[in-house]
């Protein structure tokens, strides 16, 4: 039983890890449309990601061949997976920018004026493309932590499961706090730029990236607990 329980547990820990950089892009993605469509878009983009995620586990011999290479280029080797991972990246890194643009030079340019709000089907779209990469990615990191399917199926169900439920709770988050919603974006453009380097075989720990965006979350939530009695004092 122990053999079973210990990889089936750190399998679905590690995949909620992997998840959060999904919850936190479908969150923002999801600001953009009225109130009454946000739970949508985060219900279809998690469901498409378990979607996405069984179907690959169900061509695994397919995703092991992702690992392979099929190039060469200045003394580095591209396989099918860099490939996803390095598109994926210049993606995410691009997404972030743009919104972190929007929220600071246009938001200022436009005071006063009503933000413009994306359309559903542009946004889910955007959603699928992160959804693949993302679950390209956790499928491979799987298939090295483990040999039983089962697990991997169980794993990424459950996984799933969590991701709907804390969804919600971190979109109205990063919502109600500004600040936030720019410190997720920076953690996105981290993302990006580790999933390029994954991509050019240059291995960023994940430890550094969520330990430093961990940190800076703590900061940001001292100085909010800071400057609120001072705004209330004056």
Known sequence: MTEVLIPLLSLIALEVILGIDNIIFISILADKLPESQRNKLRFYGIGLAMVMRLCLLAVITWILKLDKTLFTAFEIDFSGKGLILIVGGLFLIYKSTKEIHHKTEVAKSHEGELPKKGTFGKLLLEVIILDLVFSVDSIITAVGMVDELWIMYTSVIVTVLIML????????????????????????????????????????PKGYIYFSMAFAFLVDVIQMKTIKPNNTVS
Do not use: Q, R, Y
């Open 165 to 204: 439920v804390a969804s919600k709770p971190i979109s109205e988050f990063i919502s109600k706090h500004p600040s936030f919603k720019i410190l997720a974006l920076c953690f996105l453009m981290m993302i990006g730029v580790s999933l390029i380097a994954e991509g050019f075989h240059f291995e960023i």
